[in-house]
């Protein structure tokens, strides 16, 4: 089974049924930039956080390998009278899909391809924002698997092409907000 039949397989059960808040620290991070310009929400799933900042203000676009996923957060931004552009699109993939204008701003939470990390900057227009949330290894429990993790303080080491504005890293979580440099 591929990603996106594993994804559209979850979405199609429980997990598509399950209606999520923003993280917490997405939430506190948006507090710090402006609340306008196009979004882009990286991995999207069913789109807690394309909704939440199709409501803060922003132009969204949310990407997923899970065409299931999309259309959920298709019908729930609909529901909630929200404009969000989806493409289904494999990240894993190599190479990227390509892209027009980069975005003002972009969130990625609990995706990680260590990979794509490193080329996060080509998203993110300068001067624009990314926040970025995961789990670190110190994380209870065995989901997500090892390799799915960071280690404590690695993400507080920042993303190449971008200066930390924000961190905060507790309980086996970590997130940054960092502004893209030229």
């Keep these: 089974m591929d990603d996106r039949e594993r994804w559209d397989a ?29 979004a882009l929400d990286l991995a999207a ?5 394309a909704l939440y900042l199709a409501r803060s203000g922003f132009e969204v676009s949310a ?16 529901a ?3 404009e969000v552009e989806t493409q289904a699109v494999d990240l894993l ?27 996060l900057s080509r998203l993110v227009r300068v001067g624009g924002h990314l926040i970025f949330a995961t789990v670190t290894t110190d994380y209870p429990g065995d989901r997500p698997p090892a390799r799915f993790r960071l280690a404590p303080g690695e993400l507080a080491g920042g993303i190449p092409g ?6 905060r890293e507790h309980g086996g979580r970590a997130g940054i907000l960092g ?4």
């Design 45 to 49: 799933g069913t789109g807690r956080h």
């Design 10 to 38: 979850k979405y199609t059960g429980e997990l598509g049924r399950r209606e999520e808040g923003p993280d917490p620290f997405v939430v506190e991070a948006l507090s710090r930039v402006p609340t306008r310009g196009h």
């Design 162 to 167: 971008f200066e930390v504005v924000h961190e």
């Design 80 to 82: 909630a009278n929200l």
């Design 93 to 119: 993939r190599r190479p990227a899909p390509g892209l027009g204008e980069p975005f003002d701003l972009v969130v990625c939470v609990l995706f990680l391809d260590r990979t794509l990390l490193a080329g």
């Design 63 to 78: 990407w997923d390998v899970s065409p299931v996923g999309l259309g959920i957060l298709k019908e729930r931004a609909r």
């Design 179 to 182: 502004r893209r440099i030229a």
